[in-house]
């Protein structure tokens, strides 16, 4: 059922318009004629700002604000959503949520920041939208969605618009219902008209929506804040509005008492000559004039109650304190953002400050997070200076001690851009260049006479961007360094506990957390990337203070030969909140530091310790298992096979409806991972399907030829419900693909028919050949050799071709093979033209009958009894428990 909407015009969106240039005005005329405050028109100055607007609802919306996600109903799937219901991460397949608010006239606009960079499909939907796991915003009538992990848009079909985005970015979702329009803007550049006649008329409205995949995670920004990217919207020029009515008022007010503020912290009074006289703002201290005081008390009661929201703190105070450090120069140079933070401790209820430098971290962080990435790396210094100048303030330094770690570290990363275009590296390093023979340790072994001419210049000009490069990167990180050592302040004890200590205390409860991931769900935990930068940045600060102490002490250890004696780690005696899982230390001091180990820690390591790869060590006892246990080894590939024709099977059938697209993508997967272990077993192992004394080696070489057969046969066809559902590229089956599937198969072919001994190509060959679902269409499309070659065969072409050679010498009658028996029994079971259709095994109707039953005589082929066997000992037809199988042949007289 449609929204159904009817209000009562009270303002139009162009008395909005009105109502904003006419804020823009005044305060412009306050910045720009500011005189010098008077104490006697004080009051009515105040009286004056605070009465001067009210907020007013705007025509074309219906919902409550301020605006949030609808965590109570209009959702699909299961969602966590943030304690200020703006914040969404997707916890199962496909789950959707949308907004509270919905709009049905006008122009509208809302941001979303991209927290992660995978499946997402995000826009605008009406209440009449049905989304489930499969289905989301886009995929149905009346939804309309922008992908730009897949770039692309969406209404029920999809095609191809705007730029991938990366973790960082920011959407611009705008909507026009005057003219039916929808548009999205990426980092506050417009992507261009996505749709066009969308439905309108009455009943009909639109809220804001999300469909998100497991893990994805994004922010929502309605107008609680102020919009990143205004400028995408030419706002407010064309008119659109966001979701969320901005507080006009209190931005006037607030607006208007920080111009007061700093009037009179820029004033004096000249007792003897009893007159008003301006001074230098950064020679104010707080132990000054009583009347200044009393005259900034008063504002700061009208101040201190707005900075207790996130809009004003975000849009007024984060804004005046970046414009103090603008000038550039070191953070000490100004001073009067410690005197400001001074007033802030002395003039507001702590409540109120302690909300107020909240909010202000938090859009410092989310500023930081979400800022893009160009040449000089700008953004991201401004905000980090703003960030070190609040930390040098003691006392709101140790009140910021109770954030949670977790969110502190999106200071120490840097974010890595997708677009190298957009974040300058084109022009910082011009040319690529990198060697092509390494040592052991990854480093280029050549010297550099060995190089060419061209390569010496290449790589030159490569390490010189580089170098450019690394040097802007060091301003961030040195930064990053400087707010650690904030942290790691000894010193300031006077007013309580150091900050050294309660860092280090609420630093081991984070290591404990991110550690053992011991009742944690993986979205609450620091993402690696931070966490790498994190630990980089806390050693180079541990180890600059580690110097500035050893000058004091010249008889001390410098840090370059300062190490933690690795036993700590190796033996196991010390558990530190299992501190070898960050980054797998155990594993890296064994294989890496085995001499430093035993060189400088005394430890005495038995070399059968030091292994290698775990993934080499595994798979070289699993061909020692598999070789000397032979029954296993038979049972162990019985059991994949079944698996294998289990998974592809369902795979199929699924795809011919295309429903349940989770559970069918699931079964491909499986269905590649289950052909990577034949194909690691081949290679590790083949004499399981090439030595035919080994029991059931015959079987399961037929068994896997069977199998190999199927799924080139339903992969290679042309233009088959495979190849359509990959085109398709639909959601949730985006991993479905001809590359993962016909590589696992390549491999085993290479395996048995290529690289194998003479007597092992050619029984595998004729195998290959001899089941009936061969197909030699299939292997020249595997080759690329047909008509309509794929990307895929051109990729596996080289790797494969081989076979053919192998397959052409062998379309000639089989090879026998040395043992007589065997060539005997394979005549005899893989007789391709049976004398008459009654002779034909009634299971698979392709050989012919050569085995009986005992007791109860029924007849098939033996490669369909001993496959049957293997899993069940009841006969197919009766049912009764097969004691023996004995060979037939068809009497002569019949």
């Not at 690696?528 to 600060?541: D, G, K, N, Q, S």
């Amino acid at each position: 059922m449609c929204c159904v909407v009817s209000v009562c015009v009270t303002c139009s969106t162009e008395k909005y318009q009105e109502t904003q240039q006419t804020m823009s005005d005044v305060i412009s005329c306050f910045l720009l004629h500011r005189k010098p405050l008077g104490f006697q028109d004080l009051k009515l100055h105040q009286l004056l700002v605070v009465e001067l607007f009210s907020d007013q609802p705007v025509e074309g919306r219906l919902g409550p604000q301020p605006v949030v996600l609808d965590h109570t109903s209009g959702f699909e799937g299961l969602l966590f959503v943030d304690d200020d219901l703006l914040g969404v991460i997707g916890h199962s397949n496909f789950s959707s949520i949308r907004a509270t608010t919905c709009v049905y006239k006008g122009k509208w606009a809302y941001e979303v920041l991209i927290s992660s960079q995978g499946l997402m499909q995000i826009g605008w939907c009406t209440l009449n939208c049905r989304f489930n796991q499969e289905e989301g915003v886009g995929d149905t009538p009346d939804s309309y969605a922008y992908d730009g992990n897949r770039v692309r848009k969406w209404n029920v079909t999809t095609t191809n618009y705007g730029k991938s985005w990366a973790a960082g970015d920011i959407v611009s979702c705008l909507i026009d219902l005057d003219e039916g329009t929808i548009t999205f803007c990426l980092n506050g550049q417009s992507l261009g008209t996505a749709f066009t006649n969308i439905k309108m008329g009455p009943g009909v409205a639109y809220f804001p929506a999300i469909s998100l995949s497991f893990k994805e995670s994004v922010a929502f920004n309605f107008g609680s804040r102020p919009l990143r990217y205004p400028s995408c919207l030419t706002y407010p020029v064309d008119g659109y509005l966001p979701l969320q009515n901005p507080p006009t008022a209190d931005l006037i007010k607030a607006h208007k008492l920080l111009g007061y503020m700093k009037n009179v912290l820029g004033t004096s009074i000249d007792t003897q000559e009893e007159k008003l006289v301006d001074r230098d703002v950064a020679v104010w201290r707080l132990h000054g004039d009583a009347t200044v005081l009393i005259t900034l008390a008063h504002i700061f009661n009208h101040f201190a109650p707005l900075m207790c929201k996130v809009y004003l703190v975000e849009d007024v105070l984060m804004n005046f304190l970046l414009g103090i450090l603008e000038g550039g120069g070191s953070v000490d140079e100004h001073p009067l953002i410690q005197q400001l933070l001074d007033l802030f401790w002395l003039l507001m209820e702590d409540y109120e400050v302690n909300e107020c430098l909240k909010q202000l971290m938090m859009s410092l962080l989310r500023a930081y997070r979400f800022s893009p990435i160009i040449p000089d790396l700008g953004f991201q210094i401004h905000y980090l200076r703003l960030t070190t100048a609040i930390l040098h303030h003691e006392k709101s330094r140790k009140y910021l001690f109770t954030f949670d770690v977790l969110r502190s570290v999106v200071f120490f990363y840097i974010k890595t851009p997708l677009r190298v275009k957009e974040a300058g590296l084109e022009e910082l390093i011009l040319t690529t260049w990198w060697p092509t023979h390494f040592d052991k340790e990854g480093k280029d072994e050549r010297e550099p006479a060995d190089e060419s001419a061209d390569e010496r210049l290449r790589r030159r000009a490569y390490e010189r961007g580089c170098q450019r490069l690394k040097k802007r990167i060091e301003v961030v990180e040195e930064l990053q360094v400087q707010i650690l050592k904030l942290l790691l302040n000894n010193k300031d004890k006077s007013t309580g506990e150091a900050s050294r200590y309660i860092f280090l205390n609420k630093f081991r409860k984070f290591l404990q957390e991110n550690a053992s991931n011991r009742g944690q769900h993986p979205t609450a935990l620091c993402p690696p990337e931070y966490m790498v930068c994190f630990l980089h940045r806390l050693i180079t600060a541990v180890r600059a203070s580690w110097d500035d102490s050893n000058r004091k002490s010249p008889g001390s250890v410098s840090s370059e030969e300062a190490y933690v004696p690795p036993q700590l780690f190796y033996n196991g005696k010390v558990d530190y909140f299992d501190l070898q899982r960050l980054g797998g230390l155990l594993s890296h001091l064994k294989k890496t530091l085995k001499d430093d180990l035993a060189s400088k820690a005394n430890i005495i390591i038995d070399p059968a310790e030091i292994q290698p790869c775990p993934s080499l060590l595994l798979q070289r006892h699993m061909a020692e298992l598999l070789s000397l246990d032979k029954d296993m080894a038979a049972s162990f590939l019985n059991s994949v096979l079944n698996q294998l024709n289990w998974a592809f099977s369902e795979f199929i059938g699924m795809i011919q409806e295309v429903s349940g697209r989770q559970v069918c993508a699931t079964c491909f997967d499986l269905s590649v991972s289950l052909l990577r272990v034949l194909e690691m077993t081949v290679t590790l192992v083949p004499e399981i399907f090439l030595d035919w004394s080994r029991p059931s080696a015959e079987l399961l070489l037929r068994r896997l030829a069977q199998l190999l057969n199927q799924v080139l046969n339903r992969v290679t066809a042309e233009k088959n419900l495979f190849d359509r559902v990959v085109n398709l590229r639909l959601p949730g089956l985006e991993s479905v693909d001809h590359y993962p599937i016909l590589v696992a198969v390549t491999g085993i072919l290479v395996r048995i028919l290529v690289d194998g001994d003479r007597q092992g190509v050619s029984r595998a060959a004729s195998v290959l050949l001899s089941d009936p679902c061969f197909q030699l269409h299939s292997i020249q499309h595997l080759l690329g050799e047909g008509g309509d070659s794929s990307s895929t065969a051109a990729a596996v072409a080289s790797s494969i071709r081989p076979v053919v050679g192998s397959l052409g010498s062998t379309v000639a009658p089989p090879i026998p093979s040395a043992a007589g028996n065997t060539a005997s029994s394979e005549r005899k079971h893989f007789s391709l033209h049976p004398t008459s259709e009654e002779d034909l095994c009634p299971i698979c109707y392709a050989h012919s009958i050569s085995a009986v039953f005992k007791p109860c005589s029924h007849k098939s082929c033996k490669a369909c009894i001993n496959q049957h066997l293997m899993n069940n000992k009841d006969c197919f037809f009766c049912k009764a428990t097969i004691t023996g199988v004995e060979d037939y042949s068809k009497p002569a007289s019949s």
